[in-house]
């Protein structure tokens, strides 16, 4: 429709799938996806976009496409394919994960992939034990952690994922989170 922004917004584009994540997009359906975007759409940059919705002069099809929090997987997959377009993309970067604490919800599938046993503690939390045992009830369990967890106050959040990993053995530093480099 004249003058309506459509924005496709993406976060993690995984390399390759993950059965902890099935709904997430790997890096050949972002790839079908942005196909179909420049076939449809007309893809500008955000500054851009915003200001023609602005002043009523965007034009049927115009699209933005933007990504949240930083994985380091975007620098060897999400930019190429979009540099190969010739497609504008904004970046919202987390940037936590600068000073080596790699991000929130990274840390929760971490000590889900890394927990052993029938069921995940979390009474400490105000939450019944979580169980673990199929990989389904693991998806569940991450959901659950994510839904739980995501409005705490920082502090709050932190210590109890601290909590988590030092139970489950599951290390942080462990995680590659999206390095300065890969950032410019």
């Keep these: ?18 059965p902890y994540f099935p709904t997430d997009i ?9 196909d179909f975007i420049h076939q ?11 200001s023609l919705l602005a002043c009523g002069k965007l034009k049927e099809g115009g699209a933005c496409i933007t990504f949240d929090d930083g994985y380091q997987e975007w620098a060897s997959g999400v930019v190429p394919i979009l540099e190969k377009r010739s497609m504008h993309a904004t970046f919202f970067i987390t940037t936590g994960q600068f000073f080596g ?11 889900v992939r890394a927990a052993t046993g029938v069921s995940l503690d979390t009474r400490a939390f105000r939450l019944p034990p979580l169980p673990i045992v199929t990989l ?5 369990a991450i959901r ?6 995501k409005y705490l106050p920082i502090v709050i959040r932190d210590k109890y994922l601290e909590e988590l990993e ?7 530093i462990k995680l590659m989170p999206m390095s300065m480099q890969q950032l410019r």
């Design 101 to 111: 604490q790699p991000m929130w919800h990274e840390r929760l599938a971490n000590v």
């Design 166 to 172: 030092v139970a489950t053995g599951a290390l942080p």
């Design 1 to 18: 429709a004249r003058n309506r922004l459509s924005v496709f917004l993406f976060h993690k584009v995984l390399n390759e799938k993950d």
């Design 144 to 149: 659950s952690l994510e839904f739980h967890f």
């Design 26 to 34: 790997d890096i050949a359906g972002f790839s079908n996806m942005l």
């Design 136 to 140: 389904e009830e693991k998806q569940a």
């Design 40 to 50: 449809h759409f007309q893809v500008l940059p955000l500054s851009e976009a915003v």
